[in-house]
């Protein structure tokens, strides 16, 4: 006796919609983005704000702030922890 597949049946696919979607494939290929178009001063500029973009943001901040800031990420870590 045969076991049961657990999985329906797929009716075979039309040939003429098989054919239609290669032939649309190759037609127009999806466009692979290359790394190297960018605009490199674009670049730099973008790296140059968030290099300093952290000890800025923690400068402007009180000690009240950062000090609130601090408690709540504890309380998030804290709470994703779950007793063994």
Do not use: C, Y
């Not at 290929?29 to 674009?42: G, I, S």
């Amino acid at each position: 006796m045969q076991k049961r597949s657990s999985r329906h049946k797929q009716a075979p696919e039309d040939p003429n919609e098989v054919a239609f979607r290669v032939v649309q494939q190759a037609i127009s290929p999806e466009p692979e983005e290359n790394p190297d178009d960018r605009n490199p001063h674009a670049v730099a500029l973008g790296r140059l704000g968030g290099l300093k973009g952290g000890k800025a943001r923690a400068q402007k901040l009180t000690k009240k702030r950062r000090s609130e800031i601090a408690r709540k990420a504890a309380r998030a870590r804290w709470a994703k922890t779950t007793p063994i």
